[in-house]
């Protein structure tokens, strides 16, 4: 039974601060004592008390098949970020719902933005401009960077089309078989889809041993999915991503996997918004706190929650700069009565605004307004009059691109 002291541990200010307001490492907290008016002397004793109420409190996670005691404390702080991504996500979606111009265009957008940020943060050698370019042009792939990027395009394409199916082993090696085709090297290159059959290291760690990455894989999905404590979506979605990392069951590909299988699980969930989002995007500028996520997690007796806050601070972020980049695309709109433009010519700046390396020919436009070669080339040439396209000729044909800066400023002074 709580004693009275327990109870006004709970109620003081460096558990309601440091635990509740936001997850703060112990030794983070040991270095804020005098601001809270204690001493070093007070740390060990508070260090045990803080780590025992997170333990008391926390969801447990025990993979008998590798002997380890995973949790993860649901604060006040992890419970108030699922509420905002969620909140945010879902406007966001409802949003762009209503779009019909762009709608469509920006969510196959979104699938390869997320295969490019996933495949340059794994060190494939490219820009974006080149990605894109590659990915719309259908064209068979000649590297190792190349297939990384189709690969992580046609991961995402995969989760969507077999999102009904049930997270399971068999997923997880397919997923893995996608996204590392023709990427593997040497012997490696025998285990696309399968799980390695020996040591693997990713920095310090070491993965599991590799008997037991069967059995280690089928019960971390069994707790994720059936665990008896309720579990959001976004969080099942980012502990199956911490444990593939964790178990690291193949020997290249795990990261790609682990993030295609967070994308696998929230869709199942219905979280439709994560569809909008690129969990990859924040990893080349924060990648430093994702890696010191994982470290903290050992650090703290394998507390899983440090990885969970980056995972949700990580998905904010995301929602806000694909917010921006909507509001944008929704006020390209205002060019219809400020520059006297048809629907049909916002609907294309819009989608070129999406991706500004994307060529258009009189033909294609042609046929994606459904009108007749001479209005299209009217349309296209009444854009370029106005400043918003450059033209240029391939072959017999003339070729049209957005010209981003100078669209920009038109929608910001209109």
């Given at each position: 039974m709580a004693s009275k002291n327990d109870f006004e541990f709970l109620n003081n200010e460096i558990w309601l601060k440091y635990t509740q307001d936001r997850y703060t490492p112990l030794e983070d907290i040991k270095y804020r004592l005098e601001k809270l008016g204690k001493s070093q002397s007070d740390w060990p004793e508070l260090k045990v008390q803080i780590q025992y109420f997170r333990k008391m409190g926390a969801i447990p996670f025990f993979l008998d098949s590798i002997e380890k005691k995973f949790w993860?404390?649901?604060?006040?702080?992890?419970?108030?970020?699922?509420?905002?991504?969620?909140?945010?996500?879902?406007?966001?979606?409802?949003?762009?719902e209503n779009q019909r111009t762009f709608k469509n265009e920006f969510l196959a957008n979104a699938a390869v933005e997320e295969a490019i940020t996933s495949a340059i943060y794994e060190g494939a050698n490219s820009t974006r401009s080149k990605a894109k370019a590659l990915i719309a042009s259908g064209k068979k792939p000649k590297n190792k960077d190349e297939w990384m990027l189709i690969n992580n395009?046609?991961?995402?394409k995969w989760i969507k089309e077999n999102s009904s199916l049930p997270v399971s082993s068999g997923v997880v090696l397919k997923i893995h078989e996608v996204v590392s085709k023709n990427t593997l090297e040497g012997d490696d290159a025998n285990f696309c889809g399968k799980f390695r059959d020996d040591v693997v290291?990713?920095?310090?760690?070491?993965?599991?041993?590799?008997?037991?990455?069967?059995?280690?894989?089928?019960?971390?999905?069994?707790?994720?999915?059936?665990?008896?404590?309720?579990?959001?979506?976004?969080?099942?979605?980012?502990?199956?991503?911490?444990?593939?990392?964790?178990?690291?069951?193949?020997f290249d590909g795990n990261g790609r996997t682990a993030r295609t299988l967070f994308y696998f699980k929230a869709i199942k969930n219905e979280?439709?918004?994560?569809?909008?989002?690129?969990?990859?995007?924040?990893?080349?500028?924060?990648?430093?706190?994702?890696?010191?996520?994982?470290?903290?997690?050992?650090?703290?007796?394998?507390?899983?929650?440090?990885?969970?806050d980056f995972c949700l601070d990580s998905l904010i972020t995301s929602v806000k700069k694909v917010e921006q980049k909507v509001n944008y695309l929704i006020e390209i709109s205002n060019l219809i009565e400020s520059d006297n433009l048809n629907i049909n010519q916002v609907s294309l700046l819009q989608k070129l605004a999406l991706n500004k390396y994307r060529e258009v020919t009189i033909e294609d436009y042609a046929e994606e307004i459904d009108k007749s070669?001479?209005?299209?080339?009217?349309?296209?040439?009444?854009?370029?009059?106005?400043?918003?396209?450059?033209?240029?000729?391939?072959?017999?044909?003339?070729?049209?691109?957005?010209?981003?800066?100078?669209?920009?400023?038109?929608?910001?002074?209109?």
């Open positions: 993860y404390f649901p604060s006040d702080s992890i419970n108030k970020k699922i509420h905002q991504v969620e909140a945010l996500g879902n406007r966001l979606y409802d949003k762009i395009y046609f991961a995402m290291y990713v920095g310090p760690h070491q993965g599991i041993l590799h008997e037991k990455i069967d059995a280690a894989i089928n019960e971390m999905i069994s707790l994720v999915t059936d665990h008896p404590r309720f579990l959001h979506g976004l969080i099942k979605g980012i502990l199956l991503h911490y444990f593939i990392a964790y178990i690291h069951p193949f979280l439709k918004f994560v569809e909008l989002l690129s969990v990859s995007a924040n990893l080349k500028e924060y990648g430093k706190r994702y890696e010191k996520s994982f470290e903290l997690v050992k650090e703290h007796e394998l507390d899983m929650t440090y990885f969970i070669r001479e209005i299209a080339r009217r349309e296209l040439k009444d854009l370029l009059g106005k400043g918003f396209l450059k033209e240029e000729r391939k072959g017999k044909k003339f070729i049209y691109f957005v010209k981003s800066k100078e669209l920009k400023e038109r929608v910001r002074k209109g």
